[in-house]
């Protein structure tokens, strides 16, 4: 076995998912050079530069995914609006992207989306609304970037 970890493995495996959904999307998908940047990837949308931070779970039941959204260089350090519009969801096992906007996420350090319906809702958040995996499948057409991503 390498050096490189088995989350790093799924980390670059997710980032290339994205890639291929996005080229699948005529969206052209960029790199930051420098890798302690906030964001993974850079989304061209029409001259609109959109920063997306990608995400995955190694593992889940099959229902819930927890993503843990906090960065990697401090335990209790949420990503904030000013870090990336787009927080990208990754279900290596499906292959299925889920795209939350900064106004869905927004700034929770940890995430619970469904991946599929659930009858018994016991133990998924009592009384709270889900955030269903399926109904963020598109890219979102309006990112309030605030700013040029350079």
Not at 43 to 54: E, F, H, P, S
Not at 95 to 101: C, Q, W
């Amino acid at each position: 076995m390498s050096a490189i970890s088995n989350r790093n493995f799924c980390g670059y495996a997710a980032e290339n998912v994205v890639r291929a959904d996005l080229a699948k999307r005529n969206i052209v998908s960029l790199s930051p050079d420098l890798p302690w940047t906030h964001y993974d990837l850079v989304a061209d949308i029409n001259g609109v530069l959109t920063r997306i931070q990608v995400k995955t779970n190694i593992k889940h039941d099959g229902y819930r995914m927890k993503i843990d959204n906090r960065k990697s260089n401090g335990v209790s350090r949420p990503y904030t609006r000013e870090d990336y519009e787009v927080l990208a969801i990754v279900d290596l096992e499906s292959g299925g992207v889920a795209y939350l906007p900064y106004e869905v996420w927004k700034g929770k350090s940890q995430i619970n989306i469904m991946l599929r319906e659930v009858s018994n809702m016991k133990g998924y958040g009592k009384g709270k609304q889900p955030l269903y995996f399926s109904d963020f499948i598109d890219f979102p057409n309006e990112v309030n970037t605030g700013e040029v991503v350079a």
